[in-house]
């Protein structure tokens, strides 16, 4: 059996660099935000990464498991003057619109995991809140030991597969360095494990800085997005 998993992370939804519908969204006071070119681009490749993920379910008659890892909205942090309101309403209709995505795809399990506290609040409560709010509708899988609709670090088995996914990782921001910074992960991933006699992961995921560390490849690497895995 095939099971594709749709993994995407960073949205930064609320950012005026981040995921917004092209539309923009309605501000309460009575304006509107509108995306700017850069933000319609970002746009195109969300739906069309997702519709390459459609495609490969329907190619291999397999289900849909969505992982979003992390930093799906945007605080207000670092006295940044790009964000699009303060005010959650606008928030929450481009988190609303951002999620439809993916939600078309009626996964069969969704897997929402915690990011970066300045993003998404402390304890990120913002994915916390929205990992609740889309249980009410759709399969969000509790964390086990705390019985919390989000995740710090998803650890499962996948037909055989063992995957690993955390939001933070190693970042190499130079060209000569990026090949480092994931090696590095790789590593540091393989001697934490062996040293507390814990399994080791056939895919390591690290969207923070956006790496990804694998001990053996997973078959069917269409696009960023999708792993299918056999």
């Not at 399990?109 to 409560?125: D, K």
């Not at 509708?137 to 509790?142: A, G, L, R």
Request: proline share 6%; glycine share 8%; net charge negative.
């Amino acid at each position: 059996m095939a099971v594709i998993l749709g993994i995407a992370s960073d949205e930064h939804c609320r950012s005026t660099i981040g995921l917004i519908h092209p539309l923009g969204v309605p501000l309460s006071d009575g304006g509107h935000y509108t995306p700017s070119k850069g933000q319609h681009w970002l746009w195109t490749a969300w739906v069309r990464g997702w519709d390459m993920v459609a495609d490969l379910a329907e190619k291999h008659n397999a289900p849909v498991w969505w992982i979003n890892n992390g930093d799906l909205v945007d605080g207000d942090h670092h006295n940044t003057p790009q964000i699009v309101s303060r005010d959650s309403v606008p928030e929450r209709e481009i988190v609303r619109r951002v999620l439809d995505v993916p939600l078309g795809l009626n996964p069969e399990r969704t897997f929402i995991i915690r990011g970066t506290e300045s993003h998404v609040g402390p304890n990120a409560s913002s994915e916390e809140s929205i990992a609740r709010a889309l249980s009410d509708s759709y399969p969000v899988e509790v964390e086990p030991e705390t019985g919390n609709f989000s995740w710090w670090h998803l650890m499962m088995e996948v037909e055989g597969v063992f995957v690993d996914v955390l939001h933070h990782g190693r970042a190499g921001y130079r060209p000569w360095t990026q090949q480092n910074a994931t090696n590095l992960l790789a590593a540091q991933i393989t001697m934490e494990r062996v040293a507390n006699g814990e399994r080791l992961p056939d895919l390591a995921i690290r969207s923070g800085a956006g790496s990804l560390a694998c001990r053996r490849s997973a078959r069917g690497l269409e696009t960023m997005m999708s792993w299918l895995v056999r």
